[in-house]
């Protein structure tokens, strides 16, 4: 019988470089899974959330065959129970892709990729949870110049999320994105430790 692997979680606030972590752990050979992926796509093929998100905010978000995901924002992203209650109908699709996913990889670990992950319910299922972490500033740069939004968008966004702190509590390893020290010796050190069943 096949060892299950290990599961670990990376995630982080905007523009903390979570994917950028994930690219190298990828590279290792690690199988990465992005919970925002699975969610976009799971959003335009999966017909019980389809059905349900036309139910509650609208038929004409799928007027063209998917998603009209700027108008969705629109309304999600002005209200927190309505941002709270799309989240509850699309995590648990996601966690179940995840799992399924999981089933199918033939790894030492596998990976979640995912900034939603310590209120999603996500957390729960890894062995090890691994936050990424920059200064406010240097984030809201780097979502700035990635998105081509303004600056006040991307703070609203931000505030959104869970903050350093809240997250810190949870890691089981923190990696340092700010510059100051370089990334990939961290990742090599977390992806060592990782094939030694810690």
Known sequence: MATRPLKLGVTGGMGSGKTTVCRVLEVLGAPIFSADLCGRELLDTDPVLRAAVAKRFGDGLYRTGSLDRK????????????????????????????????????????????????????????????????????????????????????????????GDAELASLAGTVIDNSGAVLVIPQVLELHQALLKGR
């Not at 709270?84 to 999981?102: D, G, K, Q, Y």
Request: negative net charge; proline residues 4%.
């Open 71 to 162: 108008a969705l924002a629109e309304i999600v992203f002005n209200d927190a129970s309505a941002l709270a209650e799309l989240n509850a109908m699309v995590h648990p699709r996601v966690i179940a892709a995840f799992t399924t996913w999981c089933d199918e990889q033939q790894a030492p670990y596998v990976v979640m990729e995912s900034a939603l992950m310590p209120r999603s319910g996500s957390a729960k299922l890894m062995d090890h949870l691994v936050v990424v972490q920059a200064p406010y500033e240097l984030r809201l740069r780097r979502v700035m110049m990635r998105d081509g939004s303004d600056e006040a968008q991307v703070r609203a966004r931000m505030a959104r999320q869970a």
